[in-house]
T-cell receptor, first 115, second 110 residues
Framework: NAGVMQNPRHLVRRRGQEARLRCSPMKGHSHVYWYRQLPEEGLKFMVYLQKENIIDESGMPKERFSAEFPKEGPSILRIQQVVRGDSAAYFC???FGTGAETEAFFGQGTRLTVV | SQQGEEDPQALSIQEGENATMNCSYKTSINNLQWYRQNSGRGLVHLILIRSNEREKHSGRLRVTLDTSKKSSSLLITASRAADTASYFCATDITGNQFYFGTGTSLTVIP
């Protein structure tokens, strides 16, 4: 059972371009979470999705950022018109469900560098 | 902020010693989880402790949870150089998301 797969591992974009980050959850997991980690900091929650639904996007910037988790295929975090401040590591996690028994497993992350 | 706060921010010990890290949080939780992150890598899930549990063991790891004090501790016994990493606690409050602290950076000196 493969773990959470994120790709690409590293992504370089020029200011103004679009960045698309992909996350394939663990087999059987229908809950996906995206987090952002700035250098030397902890992880900041961005968005929580279940299949085809955004459940909580309270941590996601209102502009330029969007996320989806279609019925088929990976979850996508999309950043339009990237700026230098978007440079960070973006981690995806998945879980089987929610609640007291829930363990969230993380991918290796995508390191976005905006030049 | 509802984030967990780890203490200390950084810890440096000799190989073979025990390392203790603490995490405090602000609201009632469903569970609390500890993760390890090696430099430049992803997060590895270490252990989950439910809100009705007080202590849990996994190998050289011991986690305690005191819900009255809203705090948890992670003890790594007989530390090894390979334990060098950042350690994060994450609290599950709403079932929608996990709140992470800023982490404890552990260095184990061979």
């Amino acid at each position: 059972n493969a773990g959470v797969m994120q790709n690409p591992r590293h992504l370089v974009r020029r200011r103004g371009q679009e960045a698309r980050l992909r996350c394939s959850p663990m087999k059987g997991h229908s809950h996906v979470y995206w987090y952002r980690q700035l250098p030397e900091e902890g992880l900041k929650f961005m968005v929580y999705l279940q299949k085809e639904n955004i459940i909580d996007e309270s941590g996601m910037p209102k502009e330029r950022f969007s996320a989806e988790f279609p019925k088929e295929g990976p979850s996508i975090l999309r950043i339009q018109q990237v700026v230098r401040g978007d440079s960070a590591a973006y981690f995806c996690a998945s879980s089987f469900g929610t609640g007291a028994e829930t363990e969230a497993f993380f991918g290796q992350g995508t390191r976005l560098t905006v030049v | 902020s509802q984030q967990g706060e780890e203490d200390p921010q950084a810890l440096s010990i000799q190989e073979g010693e025990n390392a203790t890290m603490n995490c405090s949080y602000k609201t009632s939780i469903n569970n609390l989880q500890w993760y390890r992150q090696n430099s430049g890598r992803g997060l590895v899930h270490l252990i989950l402790i439910r809100s009705n549990e007080r202590e849990k063991h996994s190998g050289r790891l011991r986690v305690t949870l005191d819900t009255s004090k809203k705090s948890s501790s992670l003890l790594i016994t007989a530390s090894r150089a390979a334990d060098t990493a950042s350690y994060f606690c994450a609290t599950d409050i709403t079932g929608n998301q996990f709140y992470f602290g800023t982490g404890t950076s552990l260095t184990v000196i061979p």
